[in-house]
């Protein structure tokens, strides 16, 4: 019996574990929409929610706003060489990066940014 219940607990955390931190997949958000805001984050990062707010704000029909936990997803954070949060990163319609800063950019600049992709 106490067998079964650790079988049936260690396939339900697996399922679970395999769930978390997975938003949404960068290649994804790039096909969607001509241009993606891709946002490296951290929960405990003040600055994060300042950088979510202004993506949020610059969010809309040809423009996308995904966010990626970096500790919950090193592999990502790795690929675009990730050190600290919060780091962003414009990407063009085909997934590449044109646009890059880390710390809280000023709006102007991403604005710019974003105008130069468009």
Do not use: K, Y
Request: glycine content about 6%; overall charge positive; hydrophobic content about 50%.
């Amino acid at each position: 019996m106490a067998v079964a219940v650790l079988a049936v607990a260690t396939i339900f955390g697996l399922v679970w574990r395999s769930r978390q931190g997975r938003l949404v997949r960068v290649a994804e958000a790039a096909a969607s929409g001509p241009v993606t805001l891709l946002q490296f984050s951290a929960p405990a990062c003040g600055p994060c929610r300042q950088v979510r707010a202004l993506c949020e704000s610059l969010a809309g029909p040809d423009v996308r706003h995904v966010e990626v936990d970096a500790a919950a997803d090193p592999d990502r954070s790795r690929e675009f060489d990730v050190l600290r949060t919060p780091t962003l990163l414009v990407l063009d319609a085909a997934g590449t990066p044109v646009w890059r800063t880390v710390g809280v950019p000023r709006r102007a600049d991403l604005e710019a940014a974003l105008a130069g992709v468009r």
